[in-house]
């Protein structure tokens, strides 16, 4: 459709004076709808992504003409509107703020129906693997600049469980020298930590390795975890299945003392 530009100071059979409330209501009433329009952007040049979701106000004639509302912006979807100059000096800037909005109204909305038809817990949301791995995704779409198929790049249960041996690996190669230099120098404490699951009944015993840097920095490690099968939890019972449990889920490199 084609569009022309009108100003209240030349058009002054024209004259309306327009605030951005008064043009979402414009825009959002449904009698009103034929009258008042978002239109596209049109310049051949445009850089700025708010102008996929965003285009301009404008006011349509019965001969089918219409006319843009100077000064305006306004989202296709939900018709809110911003001042925005165009020609060089308007930002987009809250524009693309608007946009993040609708973006996070759709995440909200994915994860909401993944929870309930999945049926996981609420507190999924909080946990920091998702956020790290979520962001990984967003880092590899934006080096290939453009969408890509999750089906491409999700793995199945079983690649998973295969994995977990091979990192575990790797980050022990890693913790290795340092817990060695800790234990040579006498800074190293590796705590047993007991407890159990009330719903499985099903005790475990985890061990811990905490040093303090010569920076003053305290560290900690979760290093194995495992089964606690002992009929009592004397010290005793607990340093022997500690040195098994050790052992069997990887040498760290260290003697222990304890
Ligand atoms: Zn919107």
Redesign the pocket.
């Given at each position: 459709m084609y569009c022309i530009d009108i100003s209240s100071s030349s058009s002054t059979d024209l004259v309306e004076q327009y605030s951005t409330s008064s043009i979402e209501n414009l825009l959002k009433q449904k009698d009103q709808s034929k009258q008042f329009m978002v239109v596209k952007n049109d310049q051949k040049y445009v850089s700025s992504p708010a102008w996929s979701?965003?285009g301009f106000p404008a006011k349509r004639f019965e001969d089918g003409s219409c006319q843009r509302i100077i000064g305006f912006a306004s989202?296709?979807?939900?018709?809110?509107t911003y001042s925005y100059q165009y020609g060089g000096s308007g930002s987009t800037k809250y524009l693309l703020r608007?946009?993040t909005?609708?973006d996070c109204t759709l995440i909200r909305d994915e994860l909401t129906k993944w929870i309930c038809s999945s049926v996981r817990p609420f507190n999924i949301v909080s946990d920091p693997g998702l956020k790290i791995t979520l962001q990984t995704v967003m880092n590899i779409c934006q080096k290939y600049q453009g969408p890509i198929n999750a089906e491409d790049i999700l793995v199945t249960p079983p690649t998973i469980a295969n994995n977990v041996h091979k990192l575990a690996e790797y980050y022990r190669s890693l913790i290795r020298p340092v817990l060695i230099d800790q234990a040579e120098s006498g800074a190293l404490c590796v705590c047993p930590d007991l407890w159990n699951d009330q719903y499985k009944k099903v005790d475990y015993l985890g061990l811990t390795a905490f040093f303090v840097t010569s920076a003053h920095g305290l560290y900690s490690f979760d290093l194995c975890c495992a089964r606690y099968n002992e009929n009592d939890k004397t010290g005793q019972s607990v340093l022997q299945i500690s040195r098994l449990v050790k052992n069997k889920c990887g040498n760290f490199g260290f003697k222990s003392e304890c």
């Open positions: 979701t965003f989202c296709f979807a939900c018709k809110d608007h946009l909005a609708h």
